[in-house]
């Protein structure tokens, strides 16, 4: 994935789910065709084939787990989602907390096979300490502003400068913002502070006009040029 970039998470809410799911992927889609930014979205295992048939949109799994074929039922495979069509994944949403060696091993796993992993983070030592495992991508939320009304850009905006700071002091790994991301302003405050992009959920898919919304995201780019 290029940065800087946009990433729209689904979730599992009504709006982003089968049917629903593609729509909504149409909507953003047709954002992004008017103006060539980087926007990715992360949806559901199970709308990963339909959605990916019906839009040009680099599409993320929410989440795999580190295993392979053999009986591990439940589990997500990365070979499944792949084939799929999805091109890399969410990993360690608060929403969906791991253990460290389970983040370790599966970030080994997706590089193994070649898939990108854009890993979660509640705050920036945490960013730091998995910046020497290599994620493609690191996106730092502090939890308690998830779904909010109120953006990390806002309410802690240190929080972006001192993970940038921590993880460039490992690798130079482009780190993501997230939580209470829903105006354009939210984003070029991000990209200001010194991350490459935002990852953003409810502002997009619960709102009436993803594609305005959208549209209104990625003019927050502007900061960079784009």
């Known amino acids: 994935m290029k940065t800087p970039i946009i990433i729209i998470n689904f ?25 060539k930014a980087n926007v990715a979205i992360a949806v559901q295992a199970v709308d990963i084939e339909k959605v990916v048939k019906s839009v040009d949109l680099p599409v993320l799994a929410q989440h795999v787990d580190p295993d392979d074929f053999g009986g591990h039922t439940g589990k997500v495979l990365i070979d499944s989602v792949k084939k799929a069509g999805a091109i890399g994944t969410l990993l360690n ?33 945490k960013a730091g300490s998995y910046a020497y495992y290599s994620p493609d991508l690191i996106a730092v939320e502090p939890p308690e ?29 482009p780190v993501l913002c997230g939580a209470g991301i829903h105006e354009e302003v939210d984003v070029s405050k991000s990209l200001e502070l010194g991350a490459k ?16 919304e959208t549209l209104s995201l990625i003019r927050g780019l502007s900061v960079l040029n784009v």
């Open 11 to 35: 979730k599992t809410y009504k709006e982003s789910t089968g049917d629903n799911a593609v729509k909504l992927a149409k909507q953003i889609e047709k954002a992004v065709k008017k103006t």
């Open 93 to 125: 949403h608060s929403e969906f907390k791991l253990s460290k060696s389970v983040i370790t091993k599966t970030i080994k796993h997706c590089k193994d096979k070649n898939f990108e992993v854009v890993l979660c983070v509640p705050d920036s030592d």
């Open 145 to 173: 502003l998830i779904g909010g009304g109120v953006s990390v850009t806002t309410k802690d905006p240190s929080i972006i400068k001192h993970t940038v700071e921590k993880v460039y002091k490992v690798r130079r790994i």
């Open 197 to 212: 992009g935002v990852l953003v959920a409810s502002g997009v898919v619960k709102n009436k006009d993803p594609y305005s």
